[in-house]
């Protein structure tokens, strides 16, 4: 792979070694306590978000919501999710990831203490919105911390903070919330939840660090300031292609998650339950290659690991989609998250080179994964009232293709002699 473009050059960072922020002694320390330290924090962020979401949801049946406030009360956290994270890039850049994570956290720490005693569905809606516009500020902050460590600690790691953050979000934390719903009323189910935001906020204090102020001093924080700003981010080649192909890429797997459990239900043969199993299955193929990947595309060309994602997914939906047993669904799953793993640790590289802030870069790249995941579910229920839901695999074949043209002819074309 040629080397990264001058204006990505680390640089081209406008600021000196006298210039960095005062960060804490564990931050700051070898390569693998850092690392050690922050994937745990990952671990148990990602725990503490899956068991979140189920507990709400068992809590919310146990009070007579229905399937569709179910799903109005979940999409709330979506809601203020999207609204903030721009803005939450900007505001951790001039405040730091430490303090910004730390406070964030104070938020759902609250709300899953006073979520028990919610008496109806619109009482969880409103706490759920909350939390939403929490979430953002921690992972940003998290997302931005590791970016700006990452050439520290070595690219080949690039998918440890995702892995350990989906370890413990489709791993560790449904099967725990199980667990822990049968042995304890939902007041001690939702302090234990607290208690691990509680957890995070102090960790977040030696394991986080903050950037170095911009060169010029920053400008004032304003709606038109931040979406100027954005414009010029995503002038740079590597952070639009890298957004792009996160919105994708989300989409993705955000219509075989909404509907793996329907379609596994609706074969001869098999029952929700076995479409929960090919879940797992597809959560741990994710972990698995985000820890395990990063060696091998850490020198790959990205056009090229862009198009083994490209391949995989498309043979994924391709199985999916023509199903017609178990063992079909899984090898389907198993290849569509090899497909996003290796994309996604290859735009963590690319990222990682940027040498503005971490911060707003990070801002963006999740807002083009929560988009795309909103986007892949909700164009997947439209499509499943024209069609059978399991065809919806194959019907999404013309747009990942039509974005891999897009980003190929249009983004690529630009420069043709960018690696």
């Known amino acids: 792979m040629s080397s990264a473009p001058e204006s990505l050059s680390p640089s081209g960072a ?6 960095a922020p005062a960060n804490p002694p564990l931050a700051a320390a070898s390569p693998a306590v850092f690392l050690a330290g922050f994937s745990t924090l990952a671990l148990i962020s990602g ?9 709400t949801q068992f809590f919310a049946l146990a009070i007579g919501a229905d399937a569709f406030q179910i799903g109005l009360i979940m999409a709330m956290e ?39 005693f919610a008496s109806g569905v619109i009482g969880l809606a409103i706490g759920r919105l909350v939390i939403g516009l929490c979430i953002p500020f921690r992972i940003v902050s998290m997302n931005s911390t590791f970016l700006a460590q990452l050439n520290r600690i070595g690219v080949g790691k690039a998918g440890w903070y995702r892995g350990a953050l989906t ?23 939702f302090a234990i939840i607290a208690a691990l935001f509680g957890i995070m906020a102090v960790g977040s204090l030696y394991f986080f660090t903050d950037e170095a102020p911009s060169t010029p001093a920053p400008k004032a924080l304003s709606a038109s300031g931040i979406a100027s700003e954005a414009r010029t981010l995503l002038r740079n080649k590597d952070v639009s292609e890298s957004c792009v192909i996160e919105f994708i890429s989300s989409a993705t797997g955000s219509l075989f998650a909404a509907f793996i459990i329907v379609v596994a239900a609706h074969l001869n043969g098999l029952t929700k339950e076995d479409g929960v199993h090919i879940m797992l299955f597809h959560g741990a193929m994710t972990v698995l290659a985000l820890f395990g990947a990063g060696r091998l595309t850490r020198t790959l060309n990205k056009w090229i690991a862009y198009g083994i994602g490209l391949v995989l997914g498309t043979l994924a939906l391709i199985i999916l989609g023509t199903a017609s047993g178990f063992a079909a669904l899984a090898i389907g799953a198993v290849l569509l998250s090899a497909g996003q793993s290796i994309v996604h640790l290859v735009n963590m590289r690319l990222l990682s080179t940027h040498p503005g802030e971490k911060s707003k870069v990070s801002g963006l790249f999740n807002l083009s994964s929560m988009t795309g995941s909103s986007v892949g579910a909700l164009a997947g229920g439209i499509v499943s009232k024209f069609a059978g839901v399991q065809s919806i695999y194959l019907l999404w074949l013309p747009v990942l293709w039509l974005a891999a043209g897009y980003l190929f002819f249009v983004l690529k074309g630009t420069n043709p002699h960018e690696a």
């Open 14 to 19: 406008g600021t000196s070694e006298a210039a």
């Open 47 to 55: 725990i503490s978000i899956g068991l979140a979401k189920v507990v």
């Open 78 to 116: 979506s809601i203020g999710m999207v609204l903030v994270t721009v803005p939450a890039g900007f505001i951790i850049a001039r405040f730091g990831a430490r303090r910004v994570y730390a406070i964030a956290s104070l938020g759902p720490l609250i709300v899953n203490l006073l979520l028990p």
């Open 167 to 189: 370890a413990g979000l489709a791993l560790i934390g449904p099967a725990l919330a199980t667990v822990l719903t049968q042995h304890v009323d939902y007041v001690w189910s």
